[in-house]
């Protein structure tokens, strides 16, 4: 069975978060399930200069102000449909973003775009591959399940990975979408008198997913549905809860490459030698008490104003900090600034690093994860298989995938972590207080980090769910 992905980030090829490590593994993962899956991505220099052996399949001789072509090649693992048009996406550095660090004034062009073509390869354009299915992520794929609707073509999923980003822009975008005038309505791409991309895909799609079944929930919910809620409470039945998975090919602390000692379940112990690199990159004294360790976009989504309220509270419990991550600037030179009042003790590294992601999840003791919401959240997956012990706020993916570890938990022997809830600081704060118990007793921790490594955290039930979807519904 052939599925078409519509992605507008894929790991390892392009990635700003979570989206890209899971567009980059799920064709892998649904290999296995017998699902040929081959994603059309925007022509971005990254990917152009990545496809090997491209071949032009596709042409459109003007597509929102230029001529595009469609290329198919491999990259690596990946097998790709690339969407050539310079005009929209022969621009370096972050997708989204231009130099000045705001959308790009075009984005509703360059994602319409994206999900135009999407659709014409759902007819069957590319007559070497005709999909059964069409799977759209996020806003920038959003009008993917639209074009299909009101076009013609296959079923459609759209799987939400944050519903915090819509894709919103005025009406007078409507014209140019080369839809036909009754798609501008409620059933459709009307959203408060403007267009709404996200909105759209899930008023238009077939089959809506999420990325775990906690936030499914949530998102119904006025208090999380951040105004889409009344609509996703109608389209409920066909609403999924899917957790993400990890690619182990990537995450894998016994052949990590990109650590300094590799380890698993039976060597615990030499992850001491990733814990004083991590120190030695952040300019930690040396020790062998509570390492923390943040990797995030630094926003109020993941709790980062809360983390430099705490950092007091941190160093004087005796523990220390790595902080990698970046985003919102006044969060950046607040953690910034708390990192150099305790020299020694929070070291930061501003930026996105991933090699230094792994080293991080290979030396800490522990990820703190205190978001507000978190749809799924990969970080503490990562964290679970690579023994460094997940602390998360109770909310989406974060309650799906980790065990607090209460003391019925502990004595049941399957606590994987500390959560707490709700978000606030003193909760936050008790949380921490937890984690300096919990690791001055060696041996209990020892089982919470065993039982962390040894959960399944892999693709393969989520894969399987997937393939059964696009199977229901190609067979609908
Ligand atoms: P989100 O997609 O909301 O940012 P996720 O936890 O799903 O959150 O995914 C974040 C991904 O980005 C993970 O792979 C994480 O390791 C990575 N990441 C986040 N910040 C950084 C950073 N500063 N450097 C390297 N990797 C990062
Ligand atoms: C989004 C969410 C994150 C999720 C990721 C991949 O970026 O914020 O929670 O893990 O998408 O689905």
Known sequence: MKVLSVASEIYPLIKTGGLADVT?????????QGVAMQTLVPGYPAIMKALENPSAVHEVPELFGGPAKVLSGRAGELQLFVLDAPHLFNRTGNPYLGPDGKDWPDNAQRYAALSFVAAEIGRGVISSFAPSVVHAHDWQSGLVPAYLRFGGGPKSVITVHNLAFQGHFPASLFPFLKLPPHAFGIDGVEYFGGVGYLKAGLACADAITTVSPAYA???CTPENGMGLDGLLRTRSPVLHGIVNGIDPSVWNPATDPLIAQTFDVKT???RIANKRSVEEKFDLDRGDGL???VISRLTLQKGMDLLAASADRIVKSGARLAILGSGDAALEQELAATAMLHPGKIGMITGYNEPLSHLMQAGADVILIPSRFEPCGLTQLYGLRYGCVPLVARVGGLSDTIVDANDAAVSAGVASGIQFAPVSLDTFSSALDRAS?????????NIIQRNGMKADVTWTRSAARYANLYRSLAGA
């Open 24 to 32: 980059g593994a799920l064709p892998g993962a649904l290999a296995r």
């Open 291 to 293: 390492l923390y360790c």
């Open 268 to 270: 615990v112990q030499r």
């Open 217 to 219: 929930q949530e998102i």
């Open 437 to 445: 118990l919990l690791y001055s007793d060696a041996s209990t921790w």
